[in-house]
């Protein structure tokens, strides 16, 4: 799930290149809304475990592993982040002669496509880039990321509460949320307004992606912190 949304951030970036801005947004919160699937099982399998009497070290591990996970696979998009816009800009030139559904399979499982890409070019270094919307999007994500995992772990943590504790996860994931849709969204969206030839919107969305990876890698060591405690 996070893997897909991290992704994600390429079609905003294939629509800022190819001046198709509405459509990378709509493709990117259509691939997000796909991640969501994973949810179903992720949510079963957590419930389980709780309703199973895991123990804490336990979940604790198993959280370490999901985050840990999480931050390799994010890792992995933002070091090929070039390649991920080049395959949103294949769907979208596959989505003028069918449908989005369509468009991704052929992209992704069809023979070769073959025509002029626009590569993303001038990569900022990472000491350019803003240390304030790192923080913030390392803060948001980290929020969202682990809202689920906190609040049933004190689920498991305090058991005759444990339908209360997991409700946790609206309230984690809200100041999340709230981060998210007040700066993080309407900053890069107000970048990528900005003609092409300006670079800050490069910097913004790769000080967003970094502030996520750096998120998933701060949870996985929080897990596996408080795992060794409480072990």
Known sequence: MQFIETASFGSRVAGKLTKRPSLGVTLQYSFSTISRLFLLPLLLSLSFMIESGL???L???TSFFL???????SLAVLIKFNYFQLLFQAIFREYQFSTVPVSIVKVIFGKKIEFDQIDLKDIPRIRTLSVKKIFFSSLAYSFLSAGFLVSFSLAILVPEYRMTMSQFTTAFQGVGIIILTMYIDPMISKSLDIELENIYWVKNIYSILIGRVLAYL????????????MY
Do not use: D, E, G, M
């Open 55 to 57: 123990s804490i070290q």
């Open 218 to 229: 701060f949870t996985s060591i929080s897990f596996i912190v408080f795992y060794l405690y």
């Open 59 to 61: 979940f604790l591990l």
């Open 67 to 73: 985050t840990i996970s999480a931050f390799f696979t």
